[in-house]
């Protein structure tokens, strides 16, 4: 069953520890994004990665870091540094599969820090 | 890319079409409409996409205007599983693997 996972689904943190999302696709798709989203909000844009061993940073990329090692797998590392990192995260790929290059996403994780 | 512009809010009453608009007057010759929706606490899911010619599949149609500036994504049955927020969204033609910028989209609620 071809997709993409996020765990865990939901998370939660003490202020001041970094923590790490995961996020495996098995669509064989070159490129992987997280985006955040806020309550009532649209979607924005914290890193990408067209290509393995290679990353972009997006429009909020301070305080979150990621690696891409593997193809299937972008793994996102919220920092101490993020100063509000109460968000809905998802993660999403695409690829020429289809010829659109529309993006599949996960079922996010919400990340809850108090 | 193009901005685009959607009502905040619809309703829809259930089983009938549901017509959702979209402006993008700025558009230009070889940028492509998507729309996407997501449903409460998931990921966005495409929908459909098109040029200038109108396309249907399984899920939706999508009406574009003559002049390209307006397009409308139409669910013809509208049931309460489709109660989700739909975003418009423009994009080259060669866009390829590149993020989507999402606006906030328009919120359906398909009522009883």
């Known amino acids: 069953d071809g997709g993409i996972t996020q765990s865990p689904k939901y998370l939660f943190r003490k202020e001041g520890q970094n923590v790490t999302l995961s996020c495996e696709q098995n669509l064989n ?24 061993n290679d990353f972009q940073k997006g429009d909020i990329a301070e305080g979150y870091s990621v690696s891409r090692e593997k193809k299937e797998s972008f793994p996102l590392t919220v920092t101490s540094a ?19 290059y529309e993006q599949y996403f ?6 809850t820090v108090t | 890319d193009a901005k685009t512009t959607q009502p905040t ?40 996409h098109g040029l200038k010619n109108n396309e249907t599949n399984e899920m939706a ?12 994504l139409i669910l013809p049955h509208a049931t309460l599983r489709d109660t989700a927020v739909y975003y418009c969204i423009v994009r080259g033609r060669n866009s390829g693997n590149t993020p989507l910028v999402f606006g906030k989209g328009t919120r359906l609620s398909v009522i009883a």
């Not at chain 2, 017509?19 to 606490?41: A, D, F, K, M």
């Not at chain 2, 149609?61 to 409308?72: A, G, N, V």
């Open chain 2, 61 to 72: 149609s999508l009406i574009i205007t003559e002049d390209r500036k307006s397009s409308t």
């Open chain 1, 29 to 52: 798709h070159d490129a992987m994004y997280w985006y955040r989203q806020d309550p009532g909000q649209g979607l924005r844009l914290i890193y990408y990665s067209q290509i393995v």
């Open chain 2, 9 to 48: 809010s619809m309703d829809c009453a259930e089983g009938r079409a549901a017509n959702l608009p979209c402006n993008h007057s700025t558009i230009s010759g070889n940028e492509y409409v998507y729309w996407y929706r997501q449903i409460h606490s998931q990921g966005p899911q495409y929908i459909i």
């Open chain 1, 82 to 100: 993020q100063k509000n990192p109460t968000a809905f995260y998802l993660c999403a790929s695409s690829g020429p599969g289809t010829g659109n």
């Open chain 1, 106 to 111: 996960g079922p996010g994780t919400r990340l």
